[in-house]
């Protein structure tokens, strides 16, 4: 059976520390792809406040088996003190992509 992927939510206030993000998950293969989308607003509770942020979106494709890596360095270089980090299984899709995602990731 081939791994999973799956594809990660991760939320940044701005579009510098997103993509410099982006670009090291890529560079360094714990990552395929990560797509930058600019401009959506964030409603959270944080610390007893109610918060209304923009923020920057990443899409990070990746696998399974990189997940725990790709965390890691994902926390190392995020600005803020608790990181958005959702991961979902990306159970269905275009195989030959799907495929693509998995030969780019990882050693």
């Known amino acids: 059976m081939p791994e999973t992927v799956l594809l990660c939510y991760c939320t940044c206030p701005d579009a510098a520390s997103a993509g410099q993000i982006a670009e090291t998950l890529v560079g360094e293969r714990l990552a ?5 989308l600019p401009g959506i607003r964030s409603t959270y509770r944080w610390e007893g406040s109610v918060h209304n942020d923009v923020e920057e979106l990443l899409l990070i494709k990746t696998t399974a088996g990189c997940l725990d890596a790709l965390k890691t360095r994902l926390l190392d270089l995020h600005p803020c003190e608790l990181p958005e980090l959702i991961a979902v299984p990306a159970e269905y899709g275009h195989s030959a992509y799907l495929d ?4 780019n990731v990882g050693d």
């Open 32 to 36: 395929a792809c990560v797509n930058q």
């Open 100 to 103: 693509w995602v998995r030969q």
